[in-house]
């Protein structure tokens, strides 16, 4: 006998399964071994070997708080280390209204408050257009924005001084979600190393700008962010999403498995 | 349209010849004022469709009511009450917009789609379920072997592919300006 | 007078060009080639015709991106079959529901769509809430697309453009619904949602296509037309490319670097 039910039901019951399935690792931690993928070591590498006194750009495009975000706290974290230091300036900017709420949860985590503002760190905020903000702020960042998020005009921040355009930068960081296009072409190509947070899925869309060089390194949500957190030395959300993130995937292919043999099962009963 | 024409000519210009790079760094940043009053459109469209629906007590008008209070909480909370506003960001809108953006509807999509009919479908099922596997810590634990198939599958077969869209996505565009510089957009762009 | 280094680009780029408006100029002298039939713009009248049957809307998105950098060619030709979507929905006397979180796409699909009735012989049927704006969160468009599609059970959905995430959501509750599902992106990442869950399906470059179709505007077909020419230019670059460089030629560095 094949069951025989209705769609929405049947969607039900896949996601309630998925619920009990993600509900696993929480009340047994499976402790499987993240892997350092080679990608981050050579992320880790770019941002390790930034000359001192070099500034670094933060775009935040998209607030993914779970997934997503958790990747650019991470390369945050290692940056704030150097800007702690002395031997970074980090500019951060958002495209969206989404990663201001995310930087405003982040605060406490990446310790905001125990830096020097104006002059160690700066958040330029909300910078809209899309791709044509990241020109601007590429070509001329104080013809792109006059003022900082606090209103502070950026003639009176010490570090923004020495930040005109992309050619005074020693580090690119863009966290995306989908297409690494737009910050390839307006950041990208221009002498500036460049690292993009971007979807696990859209590695083949990086790769071509990996090859040629135009994207230095890359860092994906999940397993990527999870090995990150490892070699920092920092665990976060990323790790602890590890377990849940295998044995959803396990249950995901479980689907796949399950939907093919009831559709050839369902064919042959016909 | 002879406005865009000429902006569009003068920023491709620039880009090649480096001329007035400067005057075309200001002329982008007018692109983002711009951008910011058309969110004044969106705000000012949805407070009249829920007025209106409101006025008219259509259906779903109770919603209108909800709309408007949040709307108007969480706009002076942002600026009188810095707590209440960190607390609604990471108790409501970071939770809620996860909820919405889940993989749920992805399950949904997976069991209702990935019916293999032939041998290419099945093939391609393996694949993703290798790239699946890559994405996560047990899949190297499963067979270490995956690892080295799925890096295959994404860095040759599929970039290959992701290229030749990329490239007509580039030439997509660039349809779209020589009809512009013509003055042939006779689309809805090109009315404006 | 060129920048360094973009000589050979500037080359590529003013061909390109060339080659649309050579296109173009073809194709308004009647010489342009034939677009083949696509499957999914052929549905849209037995879409609609269903949708009037069974006395229910029809929902159409655009997705959470408007005219702006590489969107802007995919919503155009997704408002392009916008426009034929109401006329069609005029013609059969249906109820069609656009839904959109960019405040710009709000005042030219309204504009669509009501041009799209007065042409299919309903003028009086438009509204102005058949476009709406739902806020300006990919999360708000996805929460009143789920809304809507649940509590309206639109017999046909339909959803083209520069569509992001909130496609998957879109498709997942119109199977759930049992609606039919039209749905095309030139963009890759989201094929997969696309081929998996939709019934008639504009894959990559298709959408371009497909709105120089239902547009009937012979300047767009030479457009695609010309478009297709400068890719085979870009395939032969390529390949004497690939050959070079594998054969250690320094062509591909001298042209790059130039």
């Known amino acids: 006998m094949v069951w025989k039910l209705k769609p929405e039901y049947e969607d039900s019951i896949v996601m309630l399964l998925f619920i009990v399935v993600a509900s696993v690792p929480m009340a047994i931690p499976l402790g499987i071994p993240v892997e350092i993928n080679p990608m981050t070591l050579k992320l880790y590498d770019t941002i390790e070997n930034l000359p001192d006194g070099g500034i670094v750009l933060y775009d935040l495009t998209i607030l993914n708080w779970f997934t997503n975000f958790q990747s650019d706290i991470t390369i945050m974290k290692q940056i704030l280390r150097r800007v702690k230091a002395n031997e970074l300036y980090l500019v951060i900017m958002t495209e969206g209204t989404g990663p201001i709420m995310g930087i405003d949860k982040a605060w406490n985590t990446l310790k905001l408050g125990e830096l020097e503002y104006g002059v160690q760190w700066v958040y330029l905020g909300l910078v809209p257009g899309a791709e044509n903000a990241e020109a601007a702020v590429a070509a001329d960042v104080w013809s792109a924005k006059e003022t900082d998020h606090y209103g502070t005009p950026l003639s009176e921040l010490p570090l923004m001084q020495r930040f005109h355009s992309i050619n005074d930068l020693a580090l690119v960081c863009t966290g995306m979600n989908t297409s690494p296009d737009p910050p390839c072409r307006q950041f990208g190509g221009k002498g500036i190393p460049l690292i993009l947070q971007n979807g696990i899925s859209t590695i083949p869309l990086m790769m071509p700008y990996v090859e040629a060089g135009i994207i230095t390194a890359y860092m994906t949500p999940g397993l990527q962010t999870a090995g990150y957190e490892k070699l920092l030395g920092e665990l976060g959300l990323a790790t602890s999403f590890a377990d849940a993130q295998s044995v959803t995937v396990l249950y995901a292919i479980l689907v796949m498995v399950a939907s093919n043999v009831m559709y050839h099962m369902r064919r042959r009963k016909r | 349209m002879s406005l865009y024409i000429i902006v569009m000519v003068f920023l491709i210009f620039s880009a090649y010849t480096g001329v007035a790079s400067n005057f075309a760094a200001d002329v982008r940043s007018w692109g983002i004022a711009i951008a910011t009053f058309a969110a004044l459109i969106g705000v000012i469209n949805i407070s009249y469709l829920h007025i209106l629906k409101l006025y008219h007590r259509r259906k779903g008008w109770q919603y209108s009511i909800v709309m408007f209070t949040c709307f108007i909480v969480y706009f002076v909370v942002a600026y009188v009450y810095q707590p209440g506003y960190n607390w609604i960001i990471s108790n409501l809108s970071i939770p809620l917009g996860a909820a919405f953006l889940s993989g749920f509807n992805t399950l949904g999509v997976i069991f209702r789609g990935s019916r293999a009919r032939s041998i290419w479908s099945v093939l391609i099922l393996f694949s993703v379920i290798m790239t699946a596997l890559l994405s996560v810590s047990i899949g190297p634990v499963i067979w270490p072997g995956i690892v080295d198939i799925a890096r295959w599958i994404n860095d040759y077969p599929t970039t290959g592919v992701f290229r030749a869209v990329t490239i007509g996505i580039g030439i997509g565009l660039l349809m779209l300006v020589v009809r512009a510089i013509l003055g042939m957009e006779k689309s809805y762009l090109g009315e404006l | ?258």
């Open chain 3, 1 to 258: 007078m060129i920048v360094a280094g973009r000589r050979f680009e500037f080359i590529v780029f003013m061909l390109t060009l060339v080659l649309i408006y050579v296109g173009i100029w073809l194709a308004r002298r009647g010489k342009s080639l034939n677009i083949k039939r696509l499957a999914c713009i052929d549905a849209l009248e037995e879409a609609v015709g269903r949708a009037s049957e069974m006395g229910t809307p029809v929902w159409y998105g655009t997705g959470n991106a408007g005219l702006e950098g590489q969107y802007a060619t995919m919503n155009i030709a997704a408002l392009a079959i916008l426009g034929r979507v109401a006329e069609l929905c005029g013609k059969y006397g249906v109820y069609l529901q656009y839904m959109c979180n960019i405040p710009h796409m709000l005042p030219i699909s309204r504009d669509l769509i009501k041009e799209g009735y007065q042409k299919g012989g309903r003028p009086e049927m438009f509204s102005e809430d058949m476009s709406r704006y739902v806020g300006g969160d990919q999360s708000s468009l996805v929460a009143a697309t789920q809304g809507y599609i649940i509590e309206e059970k639109p017999s046909v959905v339909m959803i083209f453009g520069a569509t992001m995430y909130e496609m998957l959501n879109t498709l997942a509750f119109g199977s759930r619904v049992g609606a039919m599902m039209l749905a095309g992106t030139p963009r890759l990442y989201y094929q997969s949602a696309t081929l998996l869950a939709a019934d008639y399906q504009l894959i990559g470059e298709e959408l371009y296509a497909a709105g120089a179709m239902v547009s009937g505007d012979p300047i767009q077909v030479g457009a695609v037309q010309g478009e297709d020419w400068s890719k085979l230019i870009i395939l032969f670059l390529l390949i004497i490319f690939a050959v070079a460089v594998n054969l250690g030629n320094p062509l591909y560095n001298l042209l790059t670097s130039w």
